[in-house]
């Protein structure tokens, strides 16, 4: 077995580029410059090149020469995890393919409800192609008209729709992948029922380019929801804010699209950084809520949630509720919703948790959580928001824009173990839709039984025996 390369040799760049051309190989440390950093600037890595395959028959023949060669092979779809992990270290060895060429929609199937796309094509375009044909593809993210289908198979994206339709890993079929070898493995089958053995696809979604290149996949597409209504809500503890999420569940079944939390803090957090938003609800509360119904039928959508919070109002639950029932309100809720994000950044630098925790623990997790942190930093401000209606929350805690990089490492390693060790103490996970990559390789290590993590290194190893793909990311 040939040792790990640390440079690319002349002979070897000129074989790629004899695979993929000139528009394939990109070696301008300029051009390099956007592949070699994540979005967030948080991650920055040397790649010796950047290879864009065209077709599968290109990414096959890349693999193969890497894995004869033992080159180091970092996947890339459209550079927007949150976790770097699809960024190379600082080596110089290490190999990124990127996905970008892989862009064709090879077929639509409104009859099957299937659509078959490459790794390439944006999540937005495939929402455009499923609109085409009067259906609807629910994965949606903030980073939609930027990220590819290929890196949200990787990473198992979540996004606003997981409490009706699920993660990335419920709305695939099949997919393509070429192996670490350069062997294609065809498993674009759109089907619905094929008990012929091990779930192989389910290896690869969520692998985060370890196991191989996923070049294509077959998707789930639904029926158009023709109706949307949503509300906002205010409460005063997290207890009953569970219990009006039991009774929408109960009423609404599946029509409920969305329930996404968040705090007066993180609210507040929103409206002092983001421009052009308003307060949804005249008063402040502890905790808010952004509910949204969908349906094929109009039918009496908006009567239904407004009944249902009704009584959560008599009962006591809500304390006071705003019905979007146009798109501008909905949209104005949204906005708030988003914001979050854009406003963590420019109030400070933030401890993120993407974890997911089991519905039920979420008030006690939550109480403790805030207990720990403040007893590491007693000032402290916790942005604490999320999907509370598949457990999902983000747990961040904001620390000011100036603080010394040796105190912020200090600090994220301590905020860590606490929020974390409450996570594990509650049956959850450390990494909810955002990936492990590299940012929590280390955590997942720390809390993996040593059975869990046995068994992940054998399928690694059998599926990647010369260890290239995507080195010191997830495992």
Same mark, same amino acid.
């Given at each position: ?16 580029? &004899?695979?993929?051309?000139?528009? =394939? ?7 390099? $410059? +956007? ?9 920055? =890595? ?26 180091? #092979?970092? /996947?890339?779809?459209? @550079? ?72 949200? %198979? ?33 498993? *674009? ?6 008990? /012929? ?23 789930? *597409? ?13 409460? !005063? ?6 219990? #009006?999420?039991?009774?929408?569940? @109960? ?10 939390? *968040?705090?007066?803090? +993180? ?7 983001? /421009?052009?938003?308003?307060?949804? %609800? !005249? ?7 952004? #509910? $949204?119904?969908? !349906?094929?039928?109009?039918?009496? *959508? ?76 007693? !000032? ?31 600090? #994220?390693?301590?905020? @860590?173990?606490?929020?974390?060790? %409450?996570? &594990? ?5 450390? +990494? ?33 025996? @010369? ?9």
């Amino acid at each position: 077995m040939a040792k790990p390369i640390t440079t690319l040799s002349a002979a070897f760049l000129q074989k790629l580029h &004899s695979i993929v051309g000139d528009a =394939g190989l990109v070696q301008d440390e300029q051009l390099k $410059e +956007s592949f070699d950093i994540d979005w967030l600037k948080k991650w920055k =890595g040397v790649s010796s090149a950047v290879v864009r395959p065209a077709n599968t028959a290109e990414v096959a023949a890349v693999m193969w020469l890497c894995h004869e060669t033992r080159t180091p #092979v970092v /996947t890339q779809g459209g @550079n927007t995890g949150m976790s770097g992990g699809a960024t190379p270290d600082d080596s110089g060895a290490q190999l990124i393919l990127s996905t970008t060429r892989l862009r064709q929609i090879r077929d639509v199937d409104p009859l099957n409800n299937t659509m078959t796309v490459e790794a390439g094509v944006l999540l937005a375009n495939v929402q455009a192609a499923a609109e085409e044909v009067n259906r609807y593809f629910p994965l949606s993210l903030g980073s939609e008209g930027s990220c590819t289908i290929g890196g949200n %198979l990787a990473t198992n994206a979540g996004g606003i729709a997981v409490l009706r339709y699920g993660n990335t890993r419920d709305l695939v079929l099949g997919v393509e992948v070429v192996l670490p070898t350069g062997k294609v493995w065809n498993g *674009l089958r759109a089907l619905r029922k094929d008990n /012929t053995g091990y779930s192989l696809r389910d290896l690869f979604i969520g692998s985060e380019g370890t196991l191989g290149v996923v070049t294509a996949a077959v998707l789930k *597409l639904f029926p158009k929801p023709t109706a949307r209504v949503s509300a906002w809500l205010g409460c !005063d503890n997290m207890c009953d804010l569970l219990e #009006v999420l039991a009774r929408v569940r @109960n009423n609404c079944g599946d029509r409920l699209v969305a329930f996404e939390m *968040l705090t007066e803090e +993180s609210l507040q957090l929103v409206l002092e950084h983001v /421009t052009d938003i308003r307060r949804p %609800l !005249d008063g402040t509360h502890r905790y808010h809520a952004l #509910v $949204e119904l969908a !349906d094929t039928r109009d039918g009496e *959508l908006g009567l239904l949630l407004e009944s249902t919070l009704e009584k959560a109002m008599e009962d006591g639950l809500v304390q006071d509720a705003a019905i979007g029932s146009n798109l501008t309100q909905r949209q104005a809720f949204w906005k708030v919703r988003e914001g979050i994000s854009q406003a963590q950044v420019r109030a400070g630098k933030a401890i993120k948790h993407d974890i997911a925790l089991p519905i039920s623990s979420l008030p006690k997790f939550v109480d403790d959580a805030v207990e720990a942190v403040r007893k590491v930093k007693s !000032d402290a401000r916790v942005i604490n928001f999320g999907h509370m209606g598949d457990g999902n929350l983000h747990f961040n805690v904001l620390v000011p824009l100036d603080t010394p990089a040796a105190e912020l490492d200090r600090l #994220v390693q301590s905020m @860590n173990r606490v929020v974390h060790d %409450l996570v &594990s103490e509650a049956g959850g996970s450390i +990494s909810a839709e955002h990936g492990v990559g590299q940012l929590r390789r280390e955590e997942m290590r720390h809390y993996k039984s040593e059975t869990e993590f046995g068994l992940m290194m054998l399928i690694k190893q059998s599926i990647d025996p @010369n260890q290239i793909m995507n080195p010191g990311k997830l495992i």
